[in-house]
């Protein structure tokens, strides 16, 4: 069955860097887009970026634009996020998903990012 | 960046039918962009509700259905259930910005 599971979160310092993993297994990763959302405590769902499944497009929220930069490695199906200069807002669980034709049809169980002083 | 309005909340007794509406612009959903729903029950990780405007998952109850016309879309649950209590969110693409985004979620009370 479709897994995908989280890693990486942590408690930083404003201005600190973290980079979050999602080990994927139970289909073809290197066949399907992958995508990043995050939400803060108490609030919505934001789409954060998503990237191709075969060469290195890559689109990003303007929230987070500059500062975040998501990756893949097929061989090891993995996807991954770079997050650099957090800000008190970028607080938040953040989901790696898979990416279906323009809907994300499986979620992992996301991963807390929590960024204080 | 686009943005998809949805109700803050909707209510409604056991067995009822309630509506979620979905209210975005012709720059994504009357763009001809499809519109997806998501359920997410308190504590738990989203998951996948409606795809492609009106099209249910295997596994999710026929009593989830989804429509979509000009730059809106519902989503109606019937026959309300206790299970439903959950915060439900419409997401959709904008081609122009090649970004996806989500509404701004509806809290369902039973």
């Known amino acids: 069955q479709v897994q995908l599971v989280e890693s990486g979160g942590d408690l930083v310092k404003p201005g600190g860097s973290l980079r979050l993993s999602c080990a994927a297994s139970g289909f073809s990763f290197s066949d399907h887009y992958m995508t990043w959302i995050r939400q803060a405590p108490g609030k919505g769902l934001e789409w954060v970026s998503y990237?191709?499944?075969?060469?290195?497009?890559?689109y990003y929220a303007d929230s987070v634009k500059g500062r975040f930069t998501i990756s893949r490695d097929n061989a090891k199906n993995s996807l991954y996020l770079q997050i650099d200069s957090l800000r008190a807002e970028d607080t938040a669980v953040y989901y790696c998903?898979?990416?279906?034709?323009?809907?994300?049809?499986?979620w992992g169980q996301g991963t807390l990012v929590t960024v204080s002083s | 960046q686009s943005v998809l309005t949805q109700p803050p909340s909707v209510s409604g007794a056991p067995g009822q039918r309630v509506t979620i509406s979905c209210t975005g612009s012709s720059s994504n959903i009357g763009a001809g962009y499809d519109v997806n729903w998501y359920q997410q029950l308190p504590g738990t990780a989203p998951k996948l509700l409606i795809y492609g405007n009106s099209n249910r998952p295997s596994g999710v109850p026929d009593r989830f259905s989804g429509s979509k016309s000009g730059t809106s879309a519902s989503l109606a649950i019937a026959g309300l259930q206790a299970e439903d209590e959950a915060d439900y969110y419409c997401q959709s693409y904008d081609g122009s910005l090649s970004t996806y985004f989500f509404g701004t979620g509806t809290k369902v009370t039973v």
């Open positions: 998903a898979r990416v279906n034709s323009g809907w994300f049809d499986y």
């Open positions: 990237m191709y499944n075969s060469d290195s497009t890559k």
